[in-house]
Nanobody
């Protein structure tokens, strides 16, 4: 079993920055992809950014140039640096790990005020 614990969400003004962190613990398959998704009420959860254990990244078009994903394989952590935040970035952000199985964190709220 794998547990994912997120931190770093909160309230920020438009144009500001936040950094999300996620720590994974448990039986983690070394070859995995960790990342972030987000969801607003009434809409499907959508991909924000992912990063493989080998370093390959994938970003949603709407965050390119503003968000940066990074990870520390030794510590099983993944981070999302979010800059130039917009009100439409307001959502619950979920950490995700895909190895043998898929795991989700409990989510952290990000609210961007205009």
């Amino acid at each position: 079993q794998v547990q994912l614990v997120e931190s770093g969400g909160g309230l920020v003004q438009a144009g500001g920055s936040l950094r999300l962190s996620c720590a994974a613990s448990g039986s983690i398959f070394s070859n995995n992809v960790m990342g972030w998704y987000r969801q607003v009420p009434g809409k499907q959860r959508e991909l924000v950014a992912t990063m493989s254990s080998g370093g390959s990244t994938n970003y949603a078009d709407f965050v390119k140039g503003r968000f940066t994903i990074s990870r520390d394989n030794a510590k099983n952590t993944v981070h999302l640096q979010m800059n130039s935040l917009k009100p439409e970035d307001t959502a619950v952000y979920y950490c995700n790990l895909v190895g043998v199985w898929t795991y989700w964190g409990q989510g952290t709220q990000v609210t961007v005020s205009s």
